[in-house]
């Protein structure tokens, strides 16, 4: 098949659905598909990469968010998608990009969207209350169920905002992780970030509002005014993070920026230098970096509000609210060697080969269902 995949909001340089997305790709490529990506980019480009064919469209830049991009021209989107003449559609971007469905309908194309964020979780962090959100969301999801052949969730958690509507053409797959890259096994960093004694911790990921980074500088001071030798190292970058900074400096929190990791062997270098790593968004559908965290032998704090609870089990802690220090004091008092352990072990139950099939799986039966 031929599988055509669209995306915005993908970060320019690192990110859970640029990782997916790459993973993905070289997946269906190894198939024996052809995958072509469609993303939003500073200029337009064209290339044959590890993941297939990667198609650039010059897009303009969404303000306050740090480098996010998106095809915001459908004529042009819509010709480019003629031309390329898919077997399926894919799309992971359930807002701006919703019409593709449409258009998939109109030329009989199978089309499948991605569930990569809970619309549910995201519209509770704005101003509206509880009750107004559901019912909004509920609207947008009834939308997206009607406008794609499948809608693919990564979780129970993701899942359940469709379960709520009663669509019935929602398949669950996981995502996977990277094993080798992130192991127990990979060279250590800890003696650049930590002195003898010290408690490492690690925060992975954007510092945008929803990924709710703050909540990683309100538990280490707890454990700060605790007694706890307690130091922070946040590898990512973000519109939040002169924010940040500003707050650690007021407060004398012990906080190393590490900003962009150019190498995904140097973040796996730093996860696995970590005691414990902390991921505290409460709307993360899946959890990437948690994930890797986990590959690297690293058990992961994480937010109860989030779907990272159904993916980090036992091997780690959630917490609800905004300071997570609970979670990250249960860990500790555990074995460091069981502990070490059995996040690895539970990482091992996730791997790229297990996503791409399940999401082919999904593929597949569209595209017979074309066929006949």
């Not at 290339?47 to 915001?72: D, K, N």
């Not at 509770?124 to 959100?133: A, F, H, N, Q, R």
């Not at 052949?149 to 905002?161: L, M, P, S």
């Amino acid at each position: 098949m031929r599988i055509v995949r669209l995306a915005n909001f993908v970060a320019p340089r690192s990110g859970g659905l640029r990782t997916s997305l790459a993973e993905l790709g070289a997946g269906y490529l190894a198939a024996g598909h052809e995958p072509v990506l469609v993303i939003p980019g500073e200029r337009d480009g064209d290339e044959l990469t590890a993941q297939g064919r990667v198609i650039t469209l010059r897009a303009p830049g969404v303000p306050f968010t740090g480098g996010y991009r998106v095809l915001w021209r459908r004529r042009r989107l819509a010709a480019l998608l003629a031309a390329l003449g898919p077997d399926a559609l894919e799309v992971s971007d359930r807002t701006t990009l919703r019409w593709t469905g449409a258009w998939a309908r109109e030329h009989g194309v199978p089309a499948v969207m991605v569930s990569h964020e809970s619309v549910t979780a995201l519209l509770k962090l704005t101003w509206m209350g509880s009750s107004v959100s559901s019912a909004v969301a509920d609207g947008l999801n009834r939308r997206t169920a009607r406008a794609y052949h499948r809608v693919i969730c990564t979780t129970g958690w993701a899942a359940a905002e469709f379960g709520r509507i009663g669509a019935g053409n929602v398949v669950r797959v996981p995502l996977g992780v990277d094993l080798d890259t992130f192991s127990p096994r990979v060279r250590r960093v800890r003696t650049q970030y930590a002195s003898e004694g010290q408690i490492l911790l690690v925060h992975c990921g954007r510092l945008s509002a929803e990924k709710r980074p703050q909540r990683s500088l309100t538990t280490l001071a707890t454990l700060r005014a605790a007694g706890l030798p307690v130091r922070l190292v946040v590898a990512g970058d973000g519109p939040l993070r002169s924010r940040l900074v500003r707050r650690a400096a007021r407060a004398g929190l012990p906080v190393t920026f590490a900003g962009f990791l150019p190498g995904r062997a140097d973040l796996a270098a730093l996860l696995a230098s970590a005691d414990v790593a902390i991921a505290p968004g409460p709307a993360e559908t899946f959890g990437l970096a948690a994930l890797e965290a986990l590959a690297c032998g690293t058990p992961v704090v994480v937010s109860a509000e989030s779907a990272l609870p159904e993916v980090v089990g036992e091997a780690g802690a959630s917490v609800a609210g905004e300071d997570l220090a609970a979670g990250v004091l249960a860990v500790l008092a555990r074995p460091e060697r069981s502990r070490r352990a059995a996040a690895r072990a539970r990482a091992e139950q996730y791997d790229w080969g297990t996503a791409v099939r399940g999401f082919l799986a999904a593929h597949g039966t569209l595209d017979r269902r074309k066929a006949a």
